[in-house]
């Protein structure tokens, strides 16, 4: 889509900034209409139900997300509509030129990402939105959404990620993540962002920014789980909204929908205080009831049932193994399983193994690491397990589908994004050579 390396030079604010003020983006409009989402885990789908609940209110909702799973539109979305081409090619015209200009002024290279943060920049003010929700690349100190100047941000969670670029604990990971809030802002933490509440609490101090927590200044409570829905009871302030219904599954899901939930109310506290109590408790319900987001605990066939889960922290893939057993059973799975390359694949994978007795274990075309080696951390995590591998991803689909139809069993495709999206894209006949990610 750019003609660029994925990341730029160094740090990018500087640069950033003046290449908003090249393209003419109103910053006290960005500020004062925009959320931020960050965190380690959850960040898509609660980025998806704070923008739907928007809709649901009646405003013009912009969403900014990444990566993207089938489409590189899907980053960019009015209203729930995914930028069309003519519009992008527009645009991208625009930021081309912009950058272009501010690269030879100051001789830095910018990078892929933060030109198309740009670019969703412009296409939101050209659209009018009267609500946007970004979701951070990585961290939040050097990330371009840190230009935003958000009052409203959340981390979502926290786990160990990109540690040569957000630190090797928990504490700085959490850190660099919080410094997406403008000074005086207030930060809603996601559950297990509670182990670190004291670090947390001074971090913030002398910023001004308020934490929150889920499960703690926000009351979560009566959560119930099936698969026909989920729904919990919510408590913020005075706001006590009752048996609200979620329609993306996982037990994780509960903390993003009452971050989602929270971060809507205090924004528009902020923006549009004294609006109808009635109108807004809709809003929320219609929002959590009606998001869509593909690629978590996804049912993408009946028969054989199978299930895609894009999770690819260790904390997140736990998370989705005992949110698919509290949804679907513990039985009778066959588990097909990678890692990409970069990733701690024995870690992965180990968190998977003790849980199933069939494992099929086999490489993404994109960034997929080696099978065998796979194969080895299978055994390893489970000794008594039958391990199977397939070199590619259209192997493992014709060998999970002829198996778990033979002997009457359901697929579950686990370990990383890039091998959840091939699988369902190759089950539903398409080719996992065919999908561009960057």
């Not at 002024?105 to 009267?130: K, N, T």
């Not at 889960?309 to 949804?327: C, E, F, K, M």
């Given at each position: 889509m750019f003609d660029l390396p994925k990341y730029g030079d160094g740090v990018c604010l500087a640069r950033m900034a003046e290449l908003l003020n090249a393209l003419r983006i109103d910053r006290g409009w960005l500020q004062r209409v925009s959320v931020v989402v960050t965190g380690s885990n959850g960040k898509g789908s609660t980025a998806?139900?704070?923008a739907c609940i928007g809709r649901a209110y009646g405003l013009r909702t912009g969403l900014f997300t990444s990566p993207h799973l089938f489409r590189f539109n899907e980053r960019i979305q009015v209203d729930g509509i995914e930028?069309?081409?003519?519009?992008?090619?527009?645009?991208?015209?625009?930021?081309?030129?912009?950058?272009?200009?501010?690269?030879?002024?100051?001789?830095?290279?910018?990078?892929?990402?933060?030109?198309?943060?740009?670019?969703?920049?412009?296409?939101?003010?050209?659209?009018?939105?009267?609500?946007?929700?970004?979701?951070?690349?990585?961290?939040?100190?050097?990330d371009p959404v840190r230009l935003i100047g958000a009052r409203e941000t959340c981390v979502t969670s926290v786990d160990f990620e990109h540690v040569d670029l957000l630190g090797n604990s928990l504490e700085l990971i959490a850190s660099d993540k919080s410094d997406a809030c403008a000074a005086g802002g207030t930060i809603v933490y996601g559950e297990n962002c509670r182990e670190l509440r004291r670090h947390l609490v001074e971090y913030n101090r002398w910023r001004a920014c308020t934490p929150l927590f889920v499960r703690d200044e926000i009351s979560v409570d009566n959560e119930a789980q099936s698969a026909s829905g989920q729904h919990f009871d919510f408590q913020f302030g005075y706001h006590d909204f009752r048996h609200l219904e979620v329609s993306l599954p996982g037990t994780f899901q509960f903390n993003n929908a009452a971050i989602a939930v929270t971060l809507f109310l205090l924004w528009l506290q902020h923006e549009h205080p004294r609006k109808a109590p009635d109108r807004i408790e809709a809003a929320i319900r219609a929002g959590l009831r009606n998001v869509r987001w593909p690629g978590r605990l996804e049912v993408i066939q009946q028969d054989p049932l199978a299930v895609i889960?894009?999770?690819?922290?260790?904390?997140?893939?736990?998370?989705?193994?005992?949110?698919?057993?509290?949804?679907h059973g513990a039985d009778d799975w066959i588990l097909v399983t990678g890692a990409s390359r970069d990733k701690r694949a024995d870690e992965i994978v180990g968190a998977l193994a003790p849980s199933f007795d069939t494992i099929i274990c086999t490489a993404a075309h994109h960034k997929g690491a080696d099978p065998q080696a796979i194969a080895a951390a299978a055994r390893l995590g489970n000794s008594k397990a039958t391990i199977h591998v397939a070199a590619t991803i259209a192997h493992a689909v014709r060998l999970s589908q002829e198996m778990a139809r033979g002997q009457n069993r359901r697929v579950y495709v686990a370990g990383g994004l890039f091998l959840a999206v091939e699988y369902g894209t190759v089950a539903k006949g398409g080719r996992a050579e065919d999908l561009d990610f960057f």
């Open positions: 998806a139900m704070v930028i069309g081409d003519d519009a992008f090619a527009q645009h991208k015209r625009l930021v081309d030129a912009a950058i272009a200009d501010v690269s030879k002024r100051h001789g830095e290279r910018f990078g892929a990402f933060e030109a198309l943060f740009a670019l969703a920049c412009l296409y939101f003010q050209d659209s009018q939105c009267d609500f946007a929700v970004f979701e951070a690349g990585i961290g939040g100190r050097y889960d894009v999770g690819h922290t260790p904390d997140g893939i736990r998370q989705s193994l005992a949110s698919l057993v509290a949804i």
